[in-house]
């Protein structure tokens, strides 16, 4: 059995666990009725299917001995080298900027940086840690950094060398109680908004949505749509989820491998045991040309949200099929189908995403290495490494 933590607050303590399978019942107490992703199930097919290197922690805070709060933690090697795909900086960056650009490769370029991350690198959104409405924000945040340098400390005991931490995606309305870690010199930043479309309560088909979009944007759809024809779309059964695995990571890739910015690359084996632990709450939607798979969707239905998850397509006919817009289309036509509130498109493609009707959402981040000078010269870092955010937020509906 696990020995509890301290904290210096009054009556409260937490406990570390690094396996999914060690977790007590208290996980399940504590953990939010209403976030299957920090829900074992989702919890256990991430880790028994992880991307290359990256370990895990799992804290339980504690009240008085009840367990009234959780924090998920990916433990993963970093290196500024691999997660830059694009060696091309002239159009992005001003002169003095690449300049800057060069000298941060030469410092940490090719070096493997062990970040301790407070979130989850393969979604978007709060997905880190819960505690009750108790507790008040700022003492929530000031309970998870005094347990993450603990937890560091514990990891570090074990061979694992962290030289930072790093939250993740903090919803702007919490911006205020954050402050307690700017204060105790972390660095606040933002990458891409998270792209979230709320769904109208009239939505009763898609047709309804269709209804109040304006004229410009039904145009483009229907083009949309009919760039599809000769394509054949269907939901995959679970034999064949696990029979495409290997077509999958090859799409997947076909993306990603076109993107600037990547912090971890997918386990081939993630989608499929996504399907064994979610069962019908993980979907994945193929697109055929000729019998041959050309590219898929996945999302998760994550209680009154539908999460937009992984997708891949060949690239070389993206264009021709106009198979990412469809995409999109077809992930809100399943949100509207199931009665979602809303659908989380997540980050990258802002524009085309706001022609759907999606809003983007800030998420705030924090990041402080343990290194003095090191954490220093973070903010110019961080804005090297940020992804352009030259896009023009659309609306499509009437009015």
């Not at 997708?311 to 817009?325: C, Q, S, T």
Request: glycine letters at 6%.
């Amino acid at each position: 059995m696990n020995k509890k933590k301290p904290l210096s607050k009054p009556g409260f303590d937490f406990n570390i666990f690094h396996h999914v399978g060690d977790l007590p019942k208290d996980w399940v107490a504590a953990a939010p009725d209403d976030n299957t992703f920090l829900h074992i199930p989702y919890l256990s097919a991430l880790e028994d299917a992880p991307p290359i290197g990256m370990k895990f922690s799992y804290l339980i805070f504690y009240q008085n001995h009840q367990p009234i709060g959780v924090a998920y933690c990916q433990v993963t090697p970093f290196s500024v080298g691999e997660s830059i795909q694009s060696s091309d900086e002239k159009d992005r960056y001003p002169c003095l900027v690449r300049a800057f650009g060069r000298i941060v490769r030469n410092l940490v370029a090719g070096k493997n940086r062990n970040l301790l991350v407070c979130g989850n690198l393969l979604l978007t959104g709060e997905h880190g840690f819960h505690f009750p409405a108790s507790i008040d924000k700022a003492t929530a945040f000031d309970l998870l950094e005094e347990a993450l340098i603990l937890t560091q400390a514990e990891l570090e005991s074990k061979d694992i060398n962290i030289d930072g931490i790093f939250i993740k995606d903090i919803a702007e309305e919490h911006r205020a109680p954050m402050k307690v870690l700017v204060d105790r010199k972390f660095k606040e930043f933002t990458f891409h908004p998270n792209m979230v479309l709320q769904l109208r309560e009239n939505w009763l088909t898609f047709e309804d949505y269709m209804d109040d979009i304006s004229s410009k944007y039904k145009v483009r759809a229907r083009k949309a749509f009919k760039c599809l024809d000769g394509i054949e779309k269907k939901e995959l059964t679970d034999n064949q989820i696990f029979s495409f695995q290997d077509r999958f990571y090859e799409l997947y890739k076909s993306v990603v491998d076109n993107q600037d910015f990547n912090m971890v690359s997918l386990n081939e084996k993630y989608l499929p045991n996504l399907k064994r632990q979610l069962g019908d709450n993980f979907k994945v939607y193929g697109y055929f040309l000729n019998d041959e798979l050309i590219g898929y969707f996945t999302t998760i239905t994550n209680y009154h949200e539908l999460e937009a998850h992984f997708l891949g397509f060949e690239a070389g006919l993206n264009r021709e099929y106009h198979l990412y817009h469809n995409m999109l289309f077809d992930i809100l036509k399943l949100g509207i189908e199931n009665k979602m509130k809303k659908v989380v498109y997540a980050r990258t493609a802002m524009e085309i995403k706001s022609t759907l009707g999606a809003e983007a959402h800030e998420m705030l981040c924090y990041i402080r290495a343990n290194n003095r000078l090191t954490n220093k010269v973070l903010p110019p870092i961080v804005e090297y490494l940020k992804p352009a955010s030259d896009w023009v937020a659309r609306n499509p509906f009437k009015g």
